[in-house]
């Protein structure tokens, strides 16, 4: 089996390519995808060969993008949208929330809309503003959408391929920062005997104490549990992969084991991703917990200037502290 060590930017850029080689309906759409490749060249090379009928460079209108796509997958194509920034999304969340998300329940089952938004998101690249938005919980809260992140090459080039053959609307997030990270990719496994879309994974085992974790943060927290065994703590690391559907079920059973969970996410706290999953641990695990769920996230106001993003971001310090706390119930 071939195994290759790829960033994660490349294995996004050969699973789109492998996408596009398995099926002619598949087709990219946004805006420098074509000739100039992505601003993070993630779709580098494709329009060359594939041709500007199936990788599009669209113009500068995120709604219209959106928009166009919905009717393409209605017709029967898979397309495959990239937002260039993540806070360059918001002009076509109408079309997200009141077409894409809702077309297959308002035809009552008739319509499908198998297509992909790709989205770039998160910090830690010293972007100016509108770059370096984290806007998962807005479409995890939405009914009718999938929601999912990957935090490695591995995935990156087997969660794209899932994503696009799949026939319901799925919102793709990529951890930006993440995109020049180094990791063995197996290029020759059937699709088939990839990691299913929507489950989680345990990252790194433990016995100490959980710390979930998506998309930029799995580095962050495996880093933490880096540091903590050299002090003869072992934190349970998991991906969780996908935040709608939403799996716990290896987060059910890891709290069990070590009666502690800390949830790591790089979006404001307030309603985020990790107020609700501290509820389904609590409500699920409520007998073995040591110590109340804590959350470690980014704060509640608006995403800073670059010279200070480091002093916003969830770092290892700050995992460790919550680990810290945990044991201090």
């Known amino acids: ?11 996004l850029n050969t699973g789109l390519r492998k996408a596009m080689e398995n099926d002619p309906k598949v087709v990219i759409m946004g805006e420098d995808v074509g000739k100039l490749g992505g601003v993070f060249r993630i779709t580098d090379g494709l329009q060359k060969d594939f041709g500007d009928q199936r990788v599009i460079d669209t113009p500068l209108a995120e709604s219209g993008i959106i928009g166009t796509a ?24 109408d079309q997200i929330v009141s077409q894409v998300a809702k077309m297959h329940y308002r035809s009552q089952g008739k319509v499908r809309i198998p297509m992909v938004i790709r989205i770039p998101y998160g910090g830690g690249i010293g972007a100016v503003e509108h770059h370096s938005e984290s806007p998962e919980a807005y479409f995890a809260h939405t009914a009718g959408l999938k929601v999912v992140t990957c935090a490695n090459p591995q995935d990156a080039y087997s969660m794209i391929q899932q994503a696009i053959a799949s026939d319901d609307p799925i919102v793709f997030l990529e951890p930006k920062r993440r995109y020049w990270e180094k990791g063995p990719v197996e290029l020759d496994a059937p699709l088939s005997e990839a990691y299913p879309l929507h489950a989680a994974r345990v990252a790194r085992p433990g016995t ?3 710390v979930l974790a998506y998309g930029p943060m799995v580095r962050t927290a495996l880093d933490a549990a880096t540091a903590a065994a050299e002090d003869g703590r072992e934190l349970e690391v998991i991906d969780l992969r996908t935040l709608s559907p939403l799996d716990l079920s290896a987060a059910y059973e890891s709290v069990r084991r070590t009666g502690r969970c800390v949830v790591v996410h790089e979006a404001p706290g307030t309603l985020g991703l990790g107020a609700e999953i501290a509820a389904r ?5 409520f007998y073995s917990l040591e110590s109340p769920v804590l959350r470690v996230t980014g704060y509640d106001t ?7 993003e480091e002093e916003y971001l969830p770092d290892l310090d700050r995992v460790l502290d919550a680990v810290d706390r945990t044991f201090g119930w």
């Open 1 to 11: 089996m071939a195994t290759e060590t790829l960033t994660l930017g490349k294995a």
């Open 70 to 93: 919905v009717g393409l997958a209605i017709r029967g194509f898979r397309p495959v949208c990239e937002i260039q920034f993540d806070g360059f999304v918001y002009p076509a969340y």
């Open 208 to 210: 100490d104490a959980t």
């Open 281 to 285: 641990i609590t409500e699920e695990c």
């Open 302 to 308: 608006p995403y800073p200037a670059a010279r200070v």
